[in-house]
């Protein structure tokens, strides 16, 4: 099968996973009520407008770094207890319609990170806390002081991935084999190293990895240039043409506008149990 003929069929899937989706989840009504800023408490289940990315897009391929110890912490991260995108069902409708696109072109979208819970949030902070853990520097933030972390802003105590709008994301070319998985106590590779050298992924080469704390990670930083720009162009542009918006500091982060939640900070866990009727 060419590689256009897998991509139009990979389509004629996600239309048909999509239509079920519709067909079973049922719009939101009325205007969504806007609640204060403050977290939602210690909550196990999420709103009815969250839904689980498979269940709009079957296609996109999840690769939920936060749920394995291959991050900054180097250990699984608190709150997720399963390794799914979750995401409010406007952005997840969103981010359907920008793989159509991407799928015709040979391309999928690939998510590292979607809605995120305040435990894990805070889970963060506690890490950047503690300047004696540091096992996985040597990949993640090379040439960062741990001790900056919150003032350069790569750690913060709120996060609008649990808001359920964000997401963090790449593009793989099809047909693009699975990545192997880390394995604790390997030899790390600074992320902003050729991408021959780097830990392997099989998205495309944006100049560095994800989660790399480092300035080179930034969409634009001037030095990215030639094909490593191009990829974080084609994945810029087409995600904004479905409504999304970067964040410059991360090729990877992006925000569907207008929020489903933009004032709420979530802290359901991330697994099938948290969504409506889920098992």
Not at 51 to 58: C, F, N
Not at 112 to 127: E, G, I, L, M, S
Request: glycine letters at 6%.
């Amino acid at each position: 099968m060419t590689r256009l003929a897998a991509a139009l069929r990979g389509l004629t899937v996600t239309a048909a996973a999509v239509a079920l989706t519709t067909a079973a989840v049922p719009e939101a009504t009325g205007t969504v009520p806007k609640a204060n800023a403050a977290v939602r408490g210690a909550m196990e289940t999420a709103p009815p407008e969250f839904v689980a990315l498979r269940d709009v897009d079957p296609t996109i391929r999840q690769e939920i770094r936060y749920f394995t110890p291959h991050n900054f912490m180097g250990v699984p991260v608190t709150g997720y207890r399963q390794p799914m995108c979750i995401l409010t069902r406007d952005a997840a409708r969103a981010l359907h319609r920008a793989q159509v696109s991407f799928l015709r072109r040979g391309h999928t979208l690939k998510v590292y990170d979607c809605y995120r819970p305040q435990r894990a949030v805070n889970h963060f902070v506690d890490w950047a806390k503690d300047l004696k853990d540091q096992r996985m520097k040597g990949e993640f933030y090379p040439r960062i002081d741990k001790s900056t972390l919150f003032r350069d802003g790569y750690i913060a105590e709120k996060s609008g991935h649990s808001r359920g709008s964000t997401v963090d994301l790449t593009l793989v070319r099809l047909p693009g084999p699975p990545t192997r998985p880390y394995i604790p106590g390997e030899p790390l590779r600074k992320c902003y190293a050729p991408k021959a050298q780097r830990f392997p992924d099989n998205s495309l080469d944006m100049g560095t990895g994800f989660d790399c704390f480092d300035t080179l990670a930034h969409t634009l930083d001037p030095r990215v240039q030639g094909r490593q720009r191009a990829n974080r162009l084609l994945l810029k542009q087409g995600l904004e043409k479905a409504g999304f918006r970067n964040y410059d500091k991360e090729w990877w982060h992006y925000t569907f506008t207008p929020e489903t939640f933009p004032d709420t900070y979530f802290d359901f866990p991330v697994w099938r149990r948290a969504l409506s009727g889920g098992h």
